[in-house]
Nanobody
Framework: QVQLVESGGGLVQPGGSLRLSCVAS????????MGWYRQAPGKERELVAS???????NYADSVKGRFTISRDNAKNTVYLQMNSLKPEDTAVYYC??????????????WGQGTQVTVSS
């Protein structure tokens, strides 16, 4: 069993900042890639940012220069620092992990999502 639990969402004014956290727990041997996705009402889920175990990062064009993804491999935790937030960043943000379980099963796991609302 693998579980991803997100925290840190909420309501923020345009131009403000939020920091999301996601902890992976359970029968985990290693985590290859961790990432954040988001889904706004009426839209498809999209990749926001991802980070490999070697800390190589990838960002959606819409968040480059504003968001920063990081991870703590020892804690199986990934973070998303979001600055200069815009109303169009409003969405449910989901944590994702591509990992190997202790039984050597390759698993793609999702968190339950955390709401981020950017509004004045």
């Amino acid at each position: 069993q693998v579980q991803l639990v997100e925290s840190g969402g909420g309501l923020v004014q345009p131009g403000g900042s939020l920091r999301l956290s996601c902890v992976a727990s359970g029968s985990i041997r290693s985590i290859f890639v961790m990432g954040w996705y988001r889904q706004a009402p009426g839209k498809e889920r999209e990749l926001v940012a991802s980070i490999t175990s070697a800390s190589s990062t990838n960002y959606a064009d819409s968040v480059k220069g504003r968001f920063t993804i990081s991870r703590d491999n020892a804690k199986n935790t990934v973070y998303l620092q979001m600055n200069s937030l815009k109303p169009e960043d409003t969405a449910v943000y989901y944590c994702n992990a591509d990992l190997l379980t202790m039984n050597y099963a390759r698993v793609n796991a999702w968190g339950q999502g955390t709401q981020v609302t950017v509004s004045s």
